[in-house]
């Protein structure tokens, strides 16, 4: 028998539901491994579990991040994901981790280069100085000097990288790229493997339902709620579906349908790269093609 499973898919594949049944069936602790559903705000949007759901099975590392501007990293996740699997072994219980955020699973099962803490007053300076005008520019200048090899390969306009590899190379001492370079430590568990992946067409049909539930019911009034704690454009909440077309309405730069259209292409265009992305990058145990 495994010691753990992973369940996969695209938002809206019904993971939420077969997980749950998962754990019912397992005597099973779900482990959320979706990098928006770590976050405390947007619990609509997000979709991320909620009321009756909860008080069936215990759920582990859904909106523990309270701030919503900050940088949860996967290195983070990572960590405590492996503290929550380790606590549920030994209760007898069986870690389901489930989501669709294809980077926290490889990087779990994989492993992570191992690049030390960055120093919080460095990181704290790099992403103030990235908000100003032209500092950005300064930024992308500085690393150049610093990083060489990440300055020739980043676009001038890529923050988040930029930011990072300059973090990196300001705390160590060395390049990212000589961390990347170090061997990682895969996951000592076996894991059994499932994806969820039914016919596109269904998967969006029932993510264009969900969404205009998700408007009905508040997702527009989260999003206002989110904007009046100055969240910062570089975080990744901010990047969520929906956030940022509702903020244009809420702007009046869109109307109310407008926003959802737009929000809707969105889904569509997440919902292929997540395809994509688990056709190509992992290998599953049980592949299924049926929605709960």
């Known amino acids: 028998m495994p010691d753990l499973i992973y369940i996969a898919g695209p938002t809206a594949s019904g993971k939420s539901a077969h997980a749950l049944e998962q754990a019912l069936n397992n005597n099973g602790i779900l482990i959320n491994a979706d990098s928006m559903q770590v976050y405390a705000s947007l619990q609509l949007l997000t979709a991320r579990p909620h ?4 008080t069936k099975a215990p759920h582990r590392l859904y909106g523990h991040i309270q701030d919503p501007n900050e940088h949860y990293s996967v290195a983070r996740w990572r960590h405590e994901v492996i503290i929550e699997i380790e606590k549920a072994l030994l209760q007898k219980k069986k870690p389901i981790i489930v989501g669709g955020t294809g980077l926290y699973a490889k990087a779990l099962f994989e492993g992570l280069s191992p690049v030390p803490e960055i120093t919080p007053q460095i990181r704290e300076d790099l992403r103030g100085r990235s908000l100003d ?13 610093k990083d060489p090899r990440a300055h020739r390969i980043l676009k001038s306009n890529d923050t988040q990288r930029i930011v990072r590899a300059l973090e990196v190379a300001l705390s160590t001492g060395k ?4 961390w990347q370079s ?22 969006v049909a029932r993510a264009e339902k969900r969404l205009r539930e998700m408007f009905k019911e508040g997702a527009i009034e989260e999003v206002q709620h989110l904007l009046t704690q100055c969240i910062q ?17 809420i702007e009046g730069n869109l109307t109310k ?36």
């Open 175 to 178: 390049t990212l790229a000589h």
């Open 233 to 249: 454009k570089d975080v990744p909440l901010y990047k969520a579906v929906g956030v940022r077309e509702i903020k244009a309405y």
């Open 133 to 145: 005008s032209d500092g950005l520019d300064s930024l992308y200048q500085e690393l150049s000097q």
């Open 51 to 54: 009321g009756e759901v909860l």
């Open 182 to 203: 170090q061997p990682a430590t895969p996951l000592p568990y076996s894991v059994h493997k499932i994806l969820l992946n039914p016919d596109r067409a269904m998967v």
């Open 257 to 292: 349908e407008e926003a959802f259209e737009r929000s809707l292409i969105t889904t569509r265009q997440y919902i292929k790269r997540q395809q994509t992305w688990f056709r190509h990058q992992m290998i599953f145990d049980d592949v299924k093609s049926t929605i709960n």
